[in-house]
C-alpha cells in the first residue's frame, strides 16, 4: 500500500518542488522592485504630508508604501512559499 502512495506522490512532488522553484525566483525578483517603489512612495508621501499641504493623500501613500515594504506583501508571498516547501516535504516523507 505504502509504495502506491509513493507512486501517487513522486508527481506531486516534482511539480511542486518546479512551482517552489519559479515562485522563489519571482519573489526574490519582486520583491527587489517593490522595495525600491516602496521607498519612492515613502518619500513621496512624506512630502506630500509636510510640503504639499494635503496630509490625507501623503497618509494613503504611506500606508501603500508600508503595504508593498518587504514587511508587508512580500513577507505574505514568502509565508505561503514556506508553506508549499513544508508540503513538498510532507509528500517526500510519505
Known sequence: ?????KILATPFVLL??????????????TTGVLSIL???AAAC??????????PA?????????ALISPFGLPAVSEWLILKLGDLKYALRAI
Open 16 to 29: 511542486l518542488s518546479l512551482v517552489l522553484g519559479v515562485l522563489t525566483f519571482l519573489h526574490t525578483l
Open 57 to 65: 493623500s501623503g497618509i494613503r501613500v504611506l500606508i501603500v508604501a
Open 45 to 54: 508621501g512624506l512630502f506630500a504630508c509636510t510640503i504639499g499641504g494635503d
Open 38 to 40: 516602496a521607498l519612492i
Open 1 to 5: 500500500m505504502r509504495i502506491i502512495l
